[in-house]
């Protein structure tokens, strides 16, 4: 698990965990895994009703476990080799329009520290393409303010560059100039992050955590009367709009931070139901 984030170390303890409760309940040890057992506790798993991305995450925190296990001597042979995963369905990300995401961010345009903080993170959520993480991540440090730039710390410890808007630099300026000072008096220790000064804070001084940053995208999609989005939808909006504006899928890997241009190709699929439907609404022979 070298690289991954918190919130997977956590998820894969949990799971792990899981795991030891089963063995001890049949009076078993982590040395009595074998190709038997793991099946017996799959179907356990099975017979709970997870959803399959959760059944796949369980099942990746099994593997590296049983992995470890082989290496470290506890097990002559790795259980899972022949382990089959669960059939996830791919489902296409709901994507709002151009007009829902302009009336949500549009929502947040107050003056008082609160509000350009909170347009701040929208703008980057949607204007940047971050992840919920890699905004509550950002410290001031990263800010390129010259160069109209990012440094992102993303998934898998992987840093890239990620280029500011026009809309997404300006909430940037009115932010530090009239806002980030105004938190900046109740700071204290906890607001860094990663070894430097966190650029989001809350009122406390502490950073800001994933979790505040979906209940203000919560928060403003229902000032705007649209919808309720989630941060990661605005990531979808972003890399969608784009798309369909003509943009690199090449490039838009590259400002994802995606590792396989694979996970990238989800949105020629909705760029072209968005196709499909001007097709149908605009052409005489459709």
Known sequence: ???????????????????????????????????????????????????????????????????????TGVLGVDPTRAL?????????????SPADIEALIAAAGGTDPFDLRDRLA???????????????????????????QLIIHGKGGK?????????????????LARGRGWFAAAEDVGARVGGGCALLVSKSGRPLRTSDIRRLVVKYSRLAGIDTVSPHMLRHAYATHM????????????LLGHASLSTTQVYTHVSGAHLRRTYDLHHPRA
């Open 1 to 71: 698990m070298r690289g991954a984030s918190g919130a997977t170390k956590r998820s894969y303890a949990s799971d792990l965990r899981q795991l030891f409760e089963w063995l001890a309940a049949k009076d078993l040890t982590v040395a009595s895994l074998d190709r038997r057992t793991l099946r017996a506790f799959t179907a356990h798993l099975g017979r709970r009703g997870y959803a399959p991305a959760t059944l796949a995450r369980k099942l990746s925190a099994l593997r590296g476990f049983a992995k470890y296990l082989t290496e």
């Open 84 to 96: 089959p995963g669960p059939r996830r369905r791919r489902r296409l990300p709901r994507v709002p």
């Open 122 to 148: 929208l703008e980057l959520l949607y204007g940047c393409g971050l992840r919920s993480m890699e905004v509550v991540d950002l410290r001031i440090e990263d800010v390129k303010a010259s160069q109209a």
């Open 159 to 175: 840093m890239r560059i990620v280029p500011l808007g026009e809309e997404a630099a300006a909430a940037l300026r009115r932010y």
């Open 243 to 254: 798309l369909e504006r003509g943009a690199d899928l090449r490039a838009i890997q590259e």
